[in-house]
């Protein structure tokens, strides 16, 4: 059992309690005698996730060692990424995959020189989107990423909503990688479950908003515009995002790891443009902990639930794996 100064479960700090198996948190003064306590300073509390990287740009070690516990890969080569989330490797995050982007044929990210071979799959029919999501689930993905993108050739919508059934059918989320007018209309009307990106391009208009918000997760990149800068791609994407929360849109944090100059670790600016957009650090605990999986997440000095230096003390929280032994 793991004794804390104290334990943020279920949405609020615990005190005086120990966390046991299967999570359960027991009152001190109800351990028998005798029972191994393993004692931290600080503040314990569910494993941190980034639900937006991509391992083949990062060094996942790193991304560890900056204290987020488990990450989803949203597209990269499905052999590679497989083997690297079966490896029993305590010094990697634990690892969720979507598998290859599908994609229109020459469509994004086909065009882009970052995306290996082999991490995307065209889609050429209704057929073939039942087809390839049936492989990327046979290749371990527990996700399906998609792409609709202005920039370039787009699904059309019976496509589109063939990947979705197809999906749903074998109860895999799909995420929709959405820029441009008129893509995250596609990607809500089609059922999808989650977007990749909070949408930067423009502001959506109000009926679009409710609509996502009754049925989709965004995840949330706000710091790939600008990396720090003020830009009015992250104006925009921070007013959408607190629209979409208003309305009672569900988030998860998500930083698109691999994109641009982002800190391989959790992500002060990307707390503190979710706070811009209106959620409160309870609220941002809650895009970001998995208390279902382990491992757990530690704040050696404490959790401060400040809103000025909420996000500077999260920075500081390590993945609590074996090797830390702060007290013995």
């Known amino acids: 059992m793991i004794v804390a100064d104290s334990v943020w479960w279920g949405g609020r700090i615990h005190t005086g309690v120990a966390l046991g198996a299967e999570n359960k948190l027991t009152p001190l003064a109800e351990i028998p005698a005798g029972t191994t306590l393993r004692r931290v300073p600080g503040t314990v509390l569910p494993g941190l996730c980034d639900a937006h990287v991509h391992s083949a740009l990062v060094d996942l070690a790193t991304v560890r060692a900056g204290g ?52 995307w799959r065209e889609i050429h029919s209704a057929t073939d989107a039942a087809e390839a999501v049936g492989e990327a689930h046979g290749q371990g993905a527990t996700l399906i990423k998609v792409t609709a ?15 979705v059934t197809a999906a749903h059918a074998r109860d895999l989320p799909v995420v929709v990688h959405a820029e441009g007018p008129g893509t995250v209309g596609a990607a809500c009307d089609a059922g999808a479950d989650l977007l990749a990106h909070t949408p930067w391009t423009e502001p959506l ?10 049925r989709m997760t965004w995840i949330s990149t706000l710091d790939i515009h600008g990396w720090g800068r003020a830009t009015p791609e992250r104006d925009t994407a921070i007013a959408n995002l607190r629209r979409f929360r208003e309305n009672g849109g569900a988030v998860r944090y998500g930083t698109d790891l691999g994109n641009g100059d982002l800190p391989p670790a959790i992500n002060p600016r990307e707390l503190r443009a979710l706070q811009e957009a209106g959620l409160t650090p309870a609220d941002i605990l809650a895009t970001m902990t998995e208390p279902e999986h382990p491992p757990l997440s530690w704040i050696p000095g404490g959790l401060d639930l400040e809103p000025a230096t909420f996000a500077d003390i999260l920075a500081t929280a390590r993945v609590l794996g074996p090797e830390v032994r702060p007290c013995g």
């Open 205 to 214: 208009d109000d009926g679009l908003i409710r609509a996502c918000a009754a």
């Open 68 to 119: 987020i516990a488990s990450v989803w890969d949203l597209g990269g080569v499905p052999a590679r990424v497989r083997a690297l989330s079966e490896r029993a490797d305590p010094g990697l995050p634990r690892i969720r995959y979507a598998g290859p982007f599908l994609i229109p044929p020459g469509g994004y990210p086909s065009d882009r020189a970052w995306a290996s071979a082999g991490s």
């Open 149 to 163: 993108h202005t920039g370039g050739p787009l699904l059309p919508a019976a496509t589109l909503s063939a990947l």
